[in-house]
């Protein structure tokens, strides 16, 4: 496969400065999260103009949304594999390591390599005496990391809007999954907000299924002179429970890599073969004996195949863990719309094998969900699922966004006034061991959900420092 022009980036003389060891970047990185309020990115292109200014001459795919931005790269990411391109991946947050927000080809960055990395970006804020917060250093670095080892396109989750670090970027294509709110249909500013990642000529595609939201979008894109896509209607053919869940985000992500190998990385190509996205070029009439021979020695891979084939949920933040006893799912789930979703996959588990024994338990720390639509969602589910809610407090991540906490006394006496099982429990640990007595240990489930946070919780809980994909 043909490969994009590509300039190296790297400043000829980097800042010197202290050379800072892995466990002190991480406590740098921890001191210094502050939110995003900077919506010209003074420091941020400041920062990549010291650097050569790779952010514009990185090949970019920024995704944004209200949720599925994680899984939408993530299948993205092995979709542009199989084209054979090298792929950069950048995530947000992180559930125990900075690490995991670093990814060629899915594997994840070394220590070695992210603390030297660390230390030239570090170093070049001091020398410039700058003071951009944690994202801003971590989406440098992460630029950086892709140019070094010239990936040729790179997928980059976007936390925010006009003040997020990747909006630097000129992206080929803006990916938007879902905007959603506790009301029906979002605003226009917010909307707004969301695509000002978007430039003239970025190619525009989303995965949103309101009307009046996708409306909004086109003509916002229109105003800006960038390329508007159809937007994303089908499911993309998981396996069972899988489709319903994260079939959409599936096809955007199918939707995205045809995109950019059709229009970006084999634009000029006459004749592809090998490949599962490319449209066919420069064929005409029908196939000779000879082709249709070596088709059938060596049958071309279609879409269908390789989504039955590939990875179909994020590990370590979207993940059933069947293995353990009980089952375990884990769902960073934090807005309506995300436990909408999450409610439904525990129901499509429970009729694939009915479960004996359901508690869910929620991690309080996001103050800003509409309490009572929450718990109008838990009564319907409960109407027809029998279970219980464990309610507990939650030590915040730097790098998380869900901060703040509920009354847990209070959220709980909610729930038991819909005559809903629930109980609270001083911390997670209590929590858990508690929920674990209160299943079947083969056929039981256990829900850890409620926020980014106490998905890092679980992590520690089991002893584990650090986590790979």
Same mark, same amino acid.
């Given at each position: ?19 800072? #060891? ?6 740098? *990185?921890? &001191? ?13 292109? +400041? ?12 090949? $970019? ?7 599925? @931005? ?20 950048? !995530? ?17 960055? &070394? ?33 950086? !990391? ?28 803006? $990916? ?29 595609? &989303? ?16 105003? +800006?002179?960038?390329?508007? #896509? ?5 499911? %993309?053919?998981?396996?069972?429970? !899988? ?9 955007? %992500? ?45 049958? @071309? ?36 719309? $995300? ?16 479960? +004996? ?9 996001? &103050? ?8 109008? *969602? ?7 699922? #029998? ?37 609270? %429990? ?44």
């Amino acid at each position: 496969m043909k490969n994009l022009n590509r300039q190296t980036a790297s400043p000829e003389t980097l800042a010197v400065g202290k050379q800072r #060891s892995y466990n002190e970047v991480i406590e740098f *990185l921890d &001191s210094n999260w502050r939110p995003n309020t900077d919506t010209n990115l003074i420091a941020m292109k +400041k920062l990549d103009q010291a650097f050569g200014s790779i952010a514009q001459k990185t090949n $970019a795919i920024l995704v944004a949304g209200t949720n599925g @931005k994680s899984l939408t790269i993530d299948f993205a990411t092995q979709l542009l594999r199989v084209e054979g391109l090298n792929v950069g991946s950048f !995530y947000t947050p992180h559930m125990l390591t900075y690490n995991e927000r670093f990814a060629i080809n899915t594997e994840l960055i &070394s220590n070695k390599t992210f603390t030297d990395i660390a230390n030239d970006v570090i170093n070049m804020v001091e020398t410039l005496e700058l003071t951009p917060n944690s994202f801003e250093i971590l989406t440098m670095m992460a630029l950086i !990391y892709f140019n070094q080892n010239n990936v040729d396109v790179a997928l980059l989750e976007v936390d925010g809007g006009s003040a997020c670090p990747v909006s630097i970027c000129t992206p080929k294509i803006a $990916a938007i999954t879902r905007v959603t709110t506790d009301e029906e249909n979002a605003s226009k500013e917010s909307i707004e907000e969301i695509l000002s990642i978007v430039k003239e000529n970025t190619y525009v595609v &989303s995965a949103d299924q309101s009307k009046l939201n996708l409306q909004i979008m086109h003509d916002i894109v229109n105003e +800006k002179q960038a390329t508007w #896509s159809m937007p994303i209607r089908k499911l %993309a053919p998981l396996a069972y429970p !899988y489709e319903q869940l994260h079939g959409r985000c599936a096809a955007l %992500a199918e939707r995205i890599s045809s995109t950019y190998v059709n229009s970006f990385s084999n634009k000029d190509a006459i004749v592809v073969s090998g490949t599962l996205l490319s449209k066919q070029k420069g064929q005409r009439g029908r196939p000779t004996i000879e082709a249709k021979r070596q088709l059938e020695l060596n049958p @071309k891979k279609t879409i269908d195949q390789f989504w039955k084939e590939t990875q179909h949920s994020l590990p370590n933040r979207f993940q059933l863990l069947d293995k353990e006893k009980p089952s375990i799912l884990l769902d960073n789930a934090s807005n309506l719309d $995300a436990f909408k979703n999450l409610l439904l996959g525990i129901r499509l588990l429970h009729y694939q094998r009915p479960l +004996k024994g359901l508690t869910l338990i929620i991690g309080c720390n996001n &103050s800003a969900l509409d309490l009572t639509e929450f718990l109008k *969602l838990l009564r319907y589910f409960f109407k027809k699922t #029998s279970g219980q809610v464990i309610l507990c407090p939650v030590e915040h991540v730097p790098g998380h966004t869900d901060v703040g906490t509920w009354d847990v006394e209070k959220a709980t006496n909610d729930i038991k006034s819909m005559k809903i099982k629930a109980k609270s %429990a001083k911390n997670f640990k209590e929590a858990f061991e508690t929920a674990q007595k209160m299943v079947d240990e083969r056929n039981g489930l256990v829900v850890v959900t409620g926020s980014s946070s106490i998905i890092s919780e679980y992590w520690r809980y089991r002893g584990i420092k650090k986590l790979d994909r």
